[in-house]
């Protein structure tokens, strides 16, 4: 019998690249994760499509997380939560799936960011850079192996005044709060938790 366990999530930014010499979604993340707890992995991901689809799958398998939330930083007054990542060139070949869904309640995802105070809007492309193909990885991984559950990628703005690291992280910690509390312990679910 599986002893009981809180759900594990993974979190992950990217790094900085170009003119961009902080990321707000690295900045970001590694505030929630810090006021979220134990149980949420962070990780931080290169800016580059093979490295980061590598890196990102060595930290599924290694933690076996229960969901996953990959932020990226994309310019726009608001934040995205995106539903749809589609296939580069540089990752799979002519057999595997040209678009993935995401899989994460967007109503849920919708009341968080509006009670952090935060603009955002439903996307249906991810764009054409690496924070699209590093969510189709994880959405590829996921189709293949069962898990994640839950897998979703939320672009963030650049830093600024309105949108300050403190504040985006408080709308990836409360996206992350509640699905944290609707989700069953591994004893629930049956699921068997990967050795250390």
Same mark, same amino acid.
């Not at 290694?62 to 990752?91: F, I, K, S, Y």
């Given at each position: 019998?599986?002893? %009981? ?13 170009? +003119? ?7 900045? @970001?993340?590694?505030? %929630? ?9 962070? @990780? ?7 490295? @980061? ?10 933690? =076996?997380?229960?969901?996953?939330? $990959?932020?990226?930083?994309? @310019? ?15 990752? !799979? ?6 678009? $993935? =869904?995401?899989?994460?309640?967007? +109503?849920? +995802?919708?009341? #968080?960011?509006?009670? #952090? ?10 764009? =054409? ?7 189709? #990885?994880?959405?590829?991984?996921? /189709?293949?192996? !069962?898990?994640?559950?839950?897998? %979703?990628?939320? =672009? ?12 985006? #992280?408080?709308? /990836? ?9 609707? /989700? ?13």
């Amino acid at each position: 019998m599986n002893a %009981a366990r809180k759900p594990v999530i993974l979190l992950t930014g990217f790094e900085p690249f170009g +003119s961009h010499r902080r990321n707000s979604s690295w900045e @970001a993340a590694r505030i %929630a994760a810090r006021r979220l707890g134990a149980d949420v992995v962070l @990780a931080r991901l290169p800016v580059d499509h093979v490295r @980061a689809a590598q890196a990102l799958t060595a930290l599924l398998v290694r933690h =076996h997380p229960d969901a996953c939330l $990959l932020t990226g930083l994309a @310019a726009g007054p608001r934040l995205r939560v995106e539903r749809v990542a589609r296939r580069h060139r540089t990752l !799979g070949g002519p057999d595997v799936p040209a678009r $993935l =869904h995401g899989d994460w309640p967007v +109503s849920e +995802s919708g009341l #968080a960011l509006r009670l #952090a105070k935060l603009p955002f809007r439903i996307s249906h492309s991810a764009g =054409h850079y690496v924070c699209n193909s590093t969510y189709w #990885a994880l959405l590829n991984f996921r /189709m293949n192996h !069962g898990w994640p559950r839950y897998a %979703a990628f939320l =672009h963030v703005p650049p830093l600024s005044r309105r949108f300050t690291a403190k504040a985006l #992280a408080h709308g /990836m910690e409360e996206i992350l709060r509640r699905r944290r509390a609707l /989700m069953p312990t591994a004893s629930e679910t049956g699921r068997s938790i990967p050795p250390g």
